[in-house]
T-cell receptor, first 113, second 114 residues
Framework: QQQVKQSPQSLIVQKGGISIINCAYENTAFDYFPWYQQFPGKGPALLIAIRPDVSEKKEGRFTISFNKSAKQFSLHIMDSQPGDSATYFCAASFSYNTDKLIFGTGTRLQVFP | KAGVTQTPRYLIKTRGQQVTLSCSPISGHRSVSWYQQTPGQGLQFLFEYFSETQRNKGNFPGRFSGRQFSNSRSEMNVSTLELGDSALYLC???FGQGGGTEAFFGQGTRLTVV
């Protein structure tokens, strides 16, 4: 199975709140899990990424939590700001000879002041 | 450094026509991947090229093809266009080492088939 399931489809958060987006996968051969942020009219931009040998990675207000046994990973956006309003995609990739990314279906985040 | 450049940004084509999209990767990147983005299907992998060779291919009909040149620039071609081919076509470039090499996306080409 090469699917990556992402939820929720949309998320509304108050400014200063925590935004949480979840993803799940089936294929244990995946070993690279990036998150991308996409604004309207733009291409996706890499936010943060993690490998299965690490349970958590933090970069500024963005944190990935990774649960290898549950085959789940999530993005936490702390102190959410209106400028974070965008669509977020989780993705997964294999370590062998490819950079192919398998994307989740996306989460549209709206942060209200 | 300059980012991934895709041309043209917008295209309107008629059913049955063919179209060629271009992607110039970041300098030094040898891998170019193409994705189709639609509201219904999300981001779907089309194909990946590394050093002028197709390294991986998604589940798209043979009407979708691509190639990569010696300078790593890539083109994708869609023949006999159908209404359902209307989408944002994105290319991403990376160093091509596989499994976790950061991929950088261009702004995409918005293709509308009428």
């Amino acid at each position: 199975q090469q699917q990556v399931k992402q939820s929720p489809q949309s998320l509304i958060v108050q400014k200063g709140g925590i935004s949480i987006i979840n993803c799940a996968y089936e294929n244990t051969a995946f070993d690279y899990f990036p998150w991308y942020q996409q604004f309207p009219g733009k291409g996706p931009a890499l936010l943060i990424a993690i490998r299965p040998d690490v349970s958590e990675k933090k970069e500024g207000r963005f944190t990935i939590s990774f649960n290898k046994s549950a085959k789940q990973f999530s993005l936490h956006i702390m102190d959410s700001q209106p400028g974070d309003s965008a669509t977020y995609f989780c993705a997964a990739s294999f370590s062998y000879n490819t950079d192919k990314l398998i994307f989740g279906t996306g989460t549209r985040l709206q942060v209200f002041p | 450094k300059a980012g991934v450049t895709q041309t043209p940004r917008y295209l309107i084509k008629t059913r049955g026509q063919q179209v060629t999209l271009s992607c110039s990767p970041i300098s030094g990147h040898r891998s170019v991947s193409w994705y189709q983005q639609t509201p219904g299907q999300g981001l779907q992998f089309l194909f990946e090229y590394f050093s002028e060779t197709q390294r991986n291919k998604g589940n798209f009909p043979g009407r979708f093809s691509g190639r990569q040149f010696s300078n790593s620039r890539s083109e994708m071609n869609v023949s006999t266009l159908e209404l359902g081919d209307s989408a944002l076509y994105l290319c991403a470039s990376s160093f091509g080492q596989g499994g976790g090499t950061e991929a950088f996306f261009g702004q995409g080409t918005r293709l509308t088939v009428v």
